[in-house]
């Protein structure tokens, strides 16, 4: 089993800066690759950024290509989002989850889920 716990969501005005961080537990950290999902309210879950399990591969969507970045510290156990440039759109609750396997932008693909913080831009 994995635990992850979702931090840094917040309500911020566009434009703005935010960092989310996942902590997990349980299993060896460095065995899973990260994703970062987002879903808006009556909207399906949808694939933000992923990161491969040493941190040397990462994926992005393309409507946040160039303004999120993710990035892991398997020291501690921890996968972060970057997002600048937040724009309103960009609203949903947003999940990290892990996954032993290379599908890293299919949800069905992932083991484990956290259980998401909020994001919210304001215009």
């Known amino acids: 089993q994995v635990q992850l716990v979702e931090s840094g969501g917040g309500l911020v005005q566009a434009g703005g800066s935010l960092r989310l961080s996942c902590a997990a537990s349980?299993?060896?950290?460095?065995?899973?690759?990260m994703g970062w999902f987002r879903q808006a309210p009556g909207k399906e879950r949808e694939f933000v950024a992923a990161?491969?399990?040493?941190?040397?591969?990462?994926y992005y969507a393309d409507s946040v290509k160039g303004r999120f970045t993710i990035s892991r510290d398997n020291a501690k156990n921890t996968v972060y989002l970057q997002m600048n440039s937040l724009k309103p759109e960009d609203t949903a609750v947003y999940y990290c989850?892990?996954?032993?396997?290379?599908?890293?932008?299919?949800?069905?693909?992932?083991?484990?889920w956290g259980q998401g913080t909020q994001v919210t831009v304001s215009s």
């Open positions: 349980g299993r060896t950290f460095s065995n899973y690759a």
């Open positions: 989850a892990a996954q032993r396997g290379f599908r890293v932008k299919v949800s069905y693909e992932y083991d484990y």
């Open positions: 990161i491969s399990w040493g941190g040397g591969s990462t």
